[in-house]
């Protein structure tokens, strides 16, 4: 059920952290991968990795943030692989432990244009490539994060990114029903990666860590199973669902 042999996955943002873990996990279950992100020293490294594994892989240079960058990352991954079954919005930023007051316009344009226009003009084009190569089917999985509804102070411009990352995959989701394509989120607690390190690493990290029901953060591998369903057929009914893996987190007051 959870067998993902010969399905073509794209992954944005898989030069580091959930995304180049995620590649590992996914080309385990016989998935063809296409790896895009800004360093593409960091993917091309990972592709070898991956190749050396037995898994088949490219990797293409990819800006989020511009629509040519992403129709070209997409052709890359059609000319290598053929037709995408599986696209992940993986790539993301966070703008440090800044308010709504102490941002400014570029830290908004950053987090906002990567976390949430990145993921819709992906998951647009995406979409017209489903459509015009006669797809029976697509799959998206949108990276949305706990902070999607449990914030704490200074995750501005982030949280809200997230916030609206979620609402969009319920949105998106009701869209591309007609297309046969589901839609849903992963929304991990805090995993240590560039994106938490700031707040982690910080001196409150221990006490904060307290807070997580399970007490402790998570682990990339605490999203292994979750990601598996959502890129299999084992979620075949699934969709506009937020799956959130997080040690209970979000049930927590503080
Ligand atoms: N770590 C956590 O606790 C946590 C929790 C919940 C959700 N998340 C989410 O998980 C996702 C992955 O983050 P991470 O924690 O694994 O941190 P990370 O190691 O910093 O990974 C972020 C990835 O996004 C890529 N990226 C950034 N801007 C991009 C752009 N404009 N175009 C293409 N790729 C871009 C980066 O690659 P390049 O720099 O090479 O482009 C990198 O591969 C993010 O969406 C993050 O918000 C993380």
């Not at 063809?32 to 190749?51: F, Q, Y």
Request: glycine share 10%; charged share 20%.
């Amino acid at each position: 059920m959870f067998d993902l042999t010969d399905k073509h996955i794209a992954i944005t943002g898989a030069s580091s952290g959930f995304g180049h873990h995620f590649a590992g996990v996914l080309g385990n279950a016989g998935a063809r991968l296409s790896l895009g992100a800004r360093r593409t020293d960091k993917v091309d490294d990972r592709v070898a990795e991956l190749r050396e594994l037995g898994a088949q892989a490219i990797g293409a240079a990819l800006d989020v943030r511009s629509a040519e960058s992403i129709q070209l990352f997409l052709q890359a991954a059609e000319d290598a692989f053929g037709p995408i079954d599986v696209l992940i919005n993986n790539a993301g930023v966070e703008a440090g432990a800044k308010t709504y007051v102490t941002i400014d316009e570029a830290d908004w344009d950053f987090v906002l244009d990567t976390n949430l226009k990145g993921s819709w003009l992906t998951s647009k084009h995406y979409t017209e490539r489903v459509v015009s190569n006669q797809q029976s089917c697509g799959n998206i999985i949108n990276i949305s994060s706990i902070t999607d509804t449990r914030t704490i102070k200074g995750q501005f411009p982030y949280a809200v990114s997230k916030g609206a990352l979620t609402r969009m995959t319920q949105v998106m989701a009701l869209e591309a029903a007609k297309y046969n394509i589901r839609v849903n989120a992963l929304a991990p607690g805090y995993i240590l990666t560039d994106v938490s390190r700031l707040l982690l690493e910080s001196e409150q990290s221990p006490e904060f860590e307290k807070g997580i029901p399970m007490r402790r953060y998570g682990e990339f591998e605490d999203l292994d199973g979750p990601l598996l369903l959502l890129a299999s057929d084992a979620s075949r009914y699934m969709t506009g669902s937020i799956v959130v893996v997080d040690g209970g987190h979000i049930c927590a007051s503080l």
